[in-house]
């Protein structure tokens, strides 16, 4: 819950009550007219982690995906708020 409350205020958005628990309350924030899932895991993602900061190609973002699967586009919050703002 302490990470859906500090990603809301991020972004400028809201945390939705009781999410997932029942009908009605989907997702966890809604803010930058998008309905957002948030996940958080003290050891997970570190794959994207050392990908986004590798010192030699220092990608701004990473472009990711699975067969048969949609593409995801995986990047700093800070880079994705500078490009909502322009």
């Not at 409350?5 to 997932?20: C, Q």
């Not at 930058?32 to 895991?41: D, I």
């Not at 973002?61 to 500078?82: E, N, S």
């Amino acid at each position: 819950m302490r990470r859906k409350k500090e990603f809301a205020s991020l972004i400028g958005g809201v945390r939705v009550p009781l999410s997932g628990a029942m009908d009605g309350y989907s997702n966890d924030v809604k803010g930058l007219g998008l309905e957002w899932e948030v996940k958080a895991r003290k050891e997970g993602f570190k794959t994207f982690y050392n990908w986004l900061e590798d010192e030699r190609e220092q990608p701004e973002a990473l472009a990711i995906k699975a067969d048969r699967k949609p593409w995801l586009v995986v990047m700093p919050l800070d880079t994705f708020l500078k490009m909502v703002k322009e």
